[in-house]
């Protein structure tokens, strides 16, 4: 969960670069930089992508920041979608 000052950071710097605020974090003691580059990666696409949806309040779970868990379920989707159809592994 988002502290109210790392809430308060993602306004601030939402425009910014995620890689300079990365490279910046020692600036920032109080906030979890990784976490806060990745909820404005994920806040961005939601603007991109479903602009009515865009919210500052919204929070993603690490599992949803990332591809990872995509690659985790692709075998057991592939399963489910394509039975039978051998996949090169």
Request: glycine share 4%.
């Amino acid at each position: 969960m988002l502290s109210n000052a790392e809430r308060q950071f993602i306004r601030e710097h939402f425009e910014e670069d995620v890689h300079r605020l990365l490279l910046s974090a020692s600036r920032y003691p109080g906030i979890s930089m990784p976490v806060v580059a990745n909820q404005i990666e994920a806040l961005r696409k939601v603007r991109g992508k479903a602009p009515s949806w865009f919210r500052f309040d919204l929070e993603f779970p690490p599992c949803c920041r990332s591809s990872r868990l995509l690659r985790k379920l692709q075998p057991a989707l592939r399963q489910v979608c394509f039975p039978g159809i051998p996949w090169p592994t």
